[in-house]
């Protein structure tokens, strides 16, 4: 009898521990459950200026980066950036080990097919950069143009999708290099490496703020126009609906310009039906 009533207790107290402890349970990265008191975890390339990139100090900071902060501010809630392999985001997002891909990331629909997107919030062009006063290149009008060049771009970004999937194009190069990130392709671009870097404009604009006396712009567009929106795993509405309400929100108190015009000069923010 005396055992029995010490095995009844013992698992009183086990149902009240796991009972006690069952918030936690289905609280997987992103879930539902919890959704108002969970870190948020946000995935980035760390070396994407003026995204997402680390400063002299060793901190994650950028535009991005500031809109993430902005948002889970609204929302009450912890962020985390988290510094990724950019070509293994989709399996990052997928295994739950980031909440969110916040990170000057196009919508397309390739990815559309593995991933849950926010409403687009910037428009984005691929344009040519060159060296500065590089006359030979200087004449670059069309895609057509960079015809026996050497053409570099980073790894996994829209530029690379659009060349790889543009055979013509890709095998007119006299070679295609492709980076870890766009600083290093800016940096073979600078030494003579490269002819030309295809880059997000508004990466490429601000590198090139910070070097003017060694990269120029040309306004020439490499395939169609994309829009920058905010990635969630497939099936995660519930986070998704979360933060696109916190941006929306951000976006009509000013705090979302405020931030663009930190980093740009001007309010690049895209609104709805704008």
């Given at each position: 009898?005396?055992?029995?009533?010490?095995?009844?207790?013992?698992?009183?107290?086990?149902?009240?521990?796991?009972?006690?402890?069952?918030?936690?349970?289905?609280?997987?990265?992103?879930?539902?459950?919890?959704?108002?008191?969970?870190?948020?975890?946000?995935?980035?390339?760390?070396?994407?200026?003026?995204?997402?990139?680390?400063?002299?100090?060793?901190?994650?900071?950028?535009?991005?980066?500031?809109?993430?902060?902005?948002?889970?501010?609204?929302?009450?809630?912890?962020?985390?950036?988290?510094?990724?392999?950019?070509?293994?985001?989709?399996?990052?997002?997928?295994?739950?080990?980031?909440?969110?891909?916040?990170?000057?990331?196009?919508?397309?629909?390739?990815?559309?097919?593995?991933?849950?997107?926010?409403?687009?919030?910037?428009?984005?062009?691929?344009?040519?950069?060159?060296?500065?006063?590089?006359?030979?290149?200087?004449?670059?009008?069309?895609?057509?143009?960079?015809?026996?060049?050497?053409?570099?771009?980073?790894?996994?970004?829209?530029?690379?999708a659009y060349i790889t999937g543009n055979e013509a194009l890709q095998h007119s190069f006299k070679e295609?290099?492709?980076?870890?990130?766009?600083?290093?392709?800016?940096?073979?671009?600078?030494?003579?490496?490269?002819?030309?870097?295809?880059?997000?404009?508004?990466?490429?604009?601000?590198?090139?703020?910070?070097?003017?006396?060694?990269?120029?712009?040309?306004?020439?567009?490499?395939?169609?126009?994309?829009?920058?929106?905010?990635?969630?795993?497939?099936?995660?509405?519930?986070?998704?609906?979360?933060?696109?309400?916190?941006?929306?929100?951000?976006?009509?108190?000013?705090?979302?310009?405020?931030?663009?015009?930190?980093?740009?000069?001007?309010?690049?923010?895209?609104?709805?039906?704008?």
């Amino acid at each position: 009898m005396l055992m029995r009533k010490i095995f009844l207790v013992a698992m009183l107290l086990t149902t009240m521990i796991f009972t006690g402890c069952g918030g936690n349970t289905g609280d997987k990265a992103g879930g539902a459950e919890n959704a108002g008191a969970k870190k948020i975890v946000v995935g980035l390339d760390d070396e994407y200026p003026p995204m997402g990139f680390k400063n002299d100090k060793n901190e994650i900071i950028g535009f991005d980066v500031d809109l993430a902060k902005a948002a889970a501010k609204k929302l009450g809630r912890e962020v985390e950036f988290k510094a990724i392999d950019w070509n293994s985001k989709e399996a990052e997002l997928k295994s739950g080990r980031i909440d969110v891909l916040w990170n000057g990331l196009d919508i397309t629909p390739e990815r559309k097919e593995n991933m849950l997107f926010s409403d687009p919030y910037m428009d984005n062009r691929q344009i040519v950069f060159i060296r500065k006063g590089d006359e030979q290149n200087s004449g670059i009008a069309t895609e057509t143009d960079l015809a026996d060049k050497a053409v570099g771009t980073q790894a996994g970004s829209t530029a690379e999708a659009y060349i790889t999937g543009n055979e013509a194009l890709q095998h007119s190069f006299k070679e295609f290099k492709t980076y870890g990130d766009y600083i290093s392709a800016f940096m073979d671009l600078e030494n003579g490496r490269l002819d030309a870097v295809v880059c997000d404009e508004i990466v490429g604009r601000y590198y090139m703020a910070k070097h003017a006396d060694k990269i120029d712009a040309l306004n020439v567009i490499i395939g169609p126009t994309s829009e920058f929106g905010i990635a969630f795993a497939k099936d995660n509405t519930a986070l998704r609906d979360e933060v696109q309400k916190a941006f929306d929100e951000i976006v009509a108190d000013g705090t979302a310009k405020k931030i663009s015009e930190e980093w740009f000069g001007a309010d690049l923010i895209k609104v709805k039906n704008s």
